[in-house]
């Protein structure tokens, strides 16, 4: 079964420090989108991208973010200068097309900044 | 704005009974999704079951089924015969149906626990 895949699975970096996240998506999705869980707390969304661009991103997706799609298969976050609070689970999703609702979620990316 | 509220951060119940999510929601829409998804320790985040707003039937899954209440904005998740494997954070999501707003909504989660 297709299923969304992120690496890595843990990532520690210094603050300050950029990072870059990895996704991919289902082979045939064209929506893409990136949520983040900070510990213990709700499921948040950062961004949504289509079409190779955003769509909608949220308050918390400030400049420090940013997503790209470089090759076709894999989709990207990056944060180029980690602050303590970016500490949180990252989950890259994808949906198929317009009419699916349902997004599928990746196993998350552990970002833990020290 | 839409928001979901799950109203039990955590709910325990014994194996083989049954077991109740709650979940509330705020919109002004009239077409949406509406989604519980199922989170176990290894933070995976997996769909269980999803109903559609303009559907009245409400949907189920095996073991899965809920109780959508359109006009009372309540969206509750009902566990059958529960297993030790359903121990999971379990999210209620909203989704409007047009896709202008693409993102999915979810609640803070509630935190199940089966007692074998």
């Known amino acids: 079964e297709p299923e969304v895949t992120q690496t890595p699975s843990h990532q520690v970096t210094q603050m300050g420090q950029e990072v870059i996240l990895r996704c991919v998506p289902i082979s045939n999705h064209l929506y893409f989108y990136w949520y983040r869980q900070i510990l213990g707390q709700k499921v948040e969304f950062l961004v949504s991208?289509?079409?190779?661009?955003?769509?909608?991103k949220s308050e918390i997706f400030d400049d420090q973010f940013s997503v790209e799609r470089p090759d076709g298969s894999n989709f990207t976050l990056k944060i180029r200068s980690t602050k303590l609070e970016d500490s949180a689970m990252y989950f890259c999703a994808s949906r198929r097309d317009r009419v699916e609702p349902e997004a599928f979620f990746g196993q998350g990316t552990r970002l833990t900044v020290v | 704005a839409q928001t979901v509220t799950q109203s039990q951060p955590e709910m325990s119940v014994q194996e083989a009974e049954t077991v109740t999510l709650s979940c509330t929601y705020d919109t002004s829409e009239s077409d949406y999704y509406l989604f519980w998804y199922k989170q176990p320790p290894s933070r995976q985040m997996i769909l269980v079951i999803r109903?559609?707003?303009?559907?009245?039937q409400n949907a189920t899954e095996n073991r899965f089924s809920v109780n959508f209440q359109k006009a009372a904005k309540s969206f509750s998740l009902k566990i059958s015969d529960s297993q030790l494997g359903d121990a999971a954070m379990y999210f209620c999501?909203?989704?409007?149906?047009?896709?202008?707003?693409?993102?999915?909504?979810f609640g803070k989660g509630t935190r199940l626990h089966i007692l074998p």
């Open positions: 109903q559609e707003a303009y559907k009245q």
């Open positions: 991208f289509y079409n190779n661009e955003i769509s909608e």
């Open positions: 999501a909203f989704k409007p149906l047009m896709n202008r707003d693409d993102k999915i909504i």
